[in-house]
């Protein structure tokens, strides 16, 4: 949420998507000071569609769970899949294990040419079953250099090495800023470092 913030200050933004539940934490306060005031703030809702342009289309595919029973504040997020011509690129936000889940359960066209893990890598994130499912060619997982919590876990890490490539999984922690270009019929990824 505080990288959002800071995109919010730095760039124009013509729409903010936003999950409309609340918490009590200091940067949501600030969060919602700076939406506060944005004249396009929309609140998610599944299944609402985002026209970005006439060839760019972000679909909102959840913002809780469903079927399964997901406790978690981190499964409250938006997720969406933003799609342009033949390329797709599902953003997971904080989701979990327990949304992943979901989201396989409700039947959300999760299938996705780039995969933005979710929860930072956590070790409750990326399943091997939600993998398949998405089918990814690249997988982004950003984590800060000196995050508390060590992400990503290493064994998710693994999960995604084993089921794509070393070199098709891009960590921000480790490759620095993070770009996926496209031109509709493919997609390639340049980093930092």
Same mark, same amino acid.
Request: aromatic share 4%; no cysteine; charged share 15%.
């Given at each position: 949420m505080g990288?959002?913030?800071?995109?919010?200050?730095?760039?124009e933004v013509d729409v903010i998507v936003d999950s409309g539940v609340g918490h009590s934490s200091d940067i949501y306060a600030s969060w919602g000071r700076v939406i506060g005031g944005h004249e396009r703030v929309i609140t998610a809702q599944p299944g609402l569609v985002v026209a970005l342009d006439d060839e760019? +289309?972000? !679909?909102?595919?959840q913002t809780g769970c469903e079927v399964v029973e997901c406790s978690n504040f981190n499964d409250e997020g938006v997720v969406a899949r933003l799609e342009f011509r033949d390329?797709?690129?599902?953003?997971?936000?904080?989701?979990t294990s327990g949304a992943e889940t979901d989201l396989l359960l409700t039947g959300q066209p999760v299938k996705s040419t780039v995969l933005k893990v979710g929860?930072?890598?956590?070790?409750?994130?990326?399943?091997?079953?939600f993998l398949?499912?998405?089918?990814?060619?690249?997988?982004? +997982?950003? !984590?800060g250099i000196k995050n508390q919590f060590g992400h990503p876990h290493k064994n998710m890490k693994q999960r995604l090495e084993s089921s794509l490539s070393e070199e098709a999984v891009f960590v921000t922690r480790e490759r620095g800023t993070v770009s996926v270009i496209t031109d509709g019929a493919r997609a390639w990824v340049e980093s930092e470092r």
């Open positions: 990288g959002f913030q800071q995109i919010v200050e730095r760039f760019v +289309v972000l !679909t909102i595919l390329v797709s690129i599902l953003l997971t936000g904080d989701a929860h930072h890598g956590s070790r409750t994130t990326t399943t091997e079953r398949d499912a998405v089918d990814p060619a690249v997988a982004i +997982v950003t !984590t």
